[in-house]
């Protein structure tokens, strides 16, 4: 299928908090790993997002390159082109952008994708993160306020970040201390800012406790009730509906699944996946290594199996192990056997 319009897009995001579910949002770099995550979600019956981060872009633009404007746009239409052999839909969107890289990541997307609808097409992409988690509140609100706008011009979806992910993504870094815990008064002030939509719809990354990349359990405590809690003091200040925000969870690699379900009885719509996806790929690659030695290997002066080391080979492997991966987050987040396709 397609990659989602605009309007395929909000479909999607209401259907999950309508019926209870989040969309995995799987971190890509590569062709194979696009391929991955569309191979896993057409097993497992479930549509999803695709997204790419400043690092990202970077390698799909060339690792000597280092132009992730020109990344982000490759990788945005390789998925257009080969999104159409699935039986799912995927939406497109760009991970943590700090305000260091607004302006060669982000912006250039946004003014790429306003030249498209200008000639009466569809953004490139359908959402983008602002991160302003490192900066003030006031200074992260009133960007993220001017992009909203922008935004909302060209039919997408903006995710912002309100508090801290603790460790580290491509650069952005936090510690692991109380800062990692958004508070009702946080998102009072972002509401005030950004409203419930009526300015242009919004995603929050709402932090509880999320950390990036692997951590053993008991490291990091999360809190996925305060969710509920921030949710139900806006709805009862502002006389909203249950669950007003559109919620998304991040670092969510070694969260156990109940932690997860709760979060997405909370709101949670979207949750993003990496360190796990990235693990099955290259863990298949380094146990088939192993077990070929001697054919990926020209051993003492001979000639290997070129069937063998054909990058094609074990490229398949490892783009079914990470589909796997793909499809057993479908399942923690209810996602799969969802598809509107």
Known sequence: MPIATPD???EMLDKAKTKGFAYPAFNVSSSQTINAVLQGLTEAGSDGIIQ???????YFAGHTAKNRASGALAFARFAHEVADNYPITV????DHCPKGALDDFVMPLIVASEAEVKAGGNPIFQSHMWDGSAIALDDNLEIATGMLKRMRGINAILEVEIGAVGGEEDGVSHDINENLYTTLDDAVKMVEA????EQGRYMAALTFGNVHGVYKPGNVKLR????RQIQDGLAAKYGRDALPLDLVFHGGSGSTDAEIAEAVANGVVKMNID???QYAFTRSIADY???NYDSVVKVDGEVGN??????RAWGKVAESAMAARVAKSTQQLGSAGHSNS
């Open 224 to 227: 996925p009730e305060l969710l």
């Open 91 to 94: 939406a497109l969107h760009t």
């Open 194 to 197: 950004l409203g419930f939509g």
């Open 306 to 311: 070129k069937k063998v080391y054909d990058p």
């Open 289 to 291: 290594m192993l077990k």
């Open 275 to 277: 360190t796990d996806t």
């Open 8 to 10: 395929q897009y909000e």
């Open 52 to 58: 790419v981060t400043t690092g990202g872009a970077d």
